[in-house]
């Protein structure tokens, strides 16, 4: 049973840093791309970040573009997010999720990911 455990949300000011964390079991992490997505009261979800399953390639949507970094530690089958310089618009629920084997087309796509974490909440205060 696969599952993805979001850690680290909070309170913050903006301008300032936070990290969020997913820790995956239950399959073999590292043979999997990873992303985060997001979702704001009353917004569809949206693509946050993506980074393929060594780490190699990272991928952002625009708006985080800069101030974001994904990364990865397949040792400890964790996820990473990091958010420097954060607005008030980046306030959502934060969700990691693991793309399917066999997803084609881009990595920004939701449909592409089969396991979803239950999300961790991030709030920036202006």
């Known amino acids: 049973q696969v599952q993805l455990v979001e850690s680290g949300g909070g309170l913050v000011q903006a301008g300032g840093s936070l990290s969020v964390s997913c820790a995956a079991s239950?399959?073999?992490?590292?043979?999997?791309?990873m992303g985060w997505f997001r979702q704001a009261p009353g917004k569809e979800r949206e693509f946050v970040a993506a980074i393929t399953r060594s780490g190699a390639s990272t991928y952002y949507a625009d708006s985080v573009k800069g101030r974001f970094t994904i990364s990865r530690d397949n040792a400890k089958n964790t996820l990473y997010l990091q958010m420097n310089t954060l607005k008030p618009e980046d306030t959502a629920v934060y969700y990691c999720a693991r793309r399917a084997l066999m997803a084609v087309g881009p990595s920004s796509r939701g449909s592409s990911y089969d396991y979803w974490g239950q999300g961790t909440q991030v709030t920036v205060s202006s």
């Open positions: 239950g399959g073999t992490f590292s043979s999997y791309d």
